[in-house]
């Protein structure tokens, strides 16, 4: 059974954004850049 104190932490919502999280010279972002992967929204429809 839950606390009351863990009852009310579960309606709590924390918006997170990718990009905020991921360092401006992270190597993903180059990679990012570099190459066009829209192809890839066709192929997992």
């Known amino acids: ?5 863990d ?3 579960v309606n709590q919502v924390e918006i ?5 999280l991921v ?4 190597f993903l972002r180059a990679v990012e850049e ?6 890839i929204y066709d192929e997992v429809k």
């Open 23 to 26: 360092p401006e010279d992270h």
């Open 1 to 5: 059974m839950l606390a009351k104190k």
């Open 16 to 20: 997170i954004s990718i990009e905020e």
């Open 7 to 9: 009852r009310n932490s």
């Open 34 to 39: 570099s190459i066009d992967f829209s192809f």
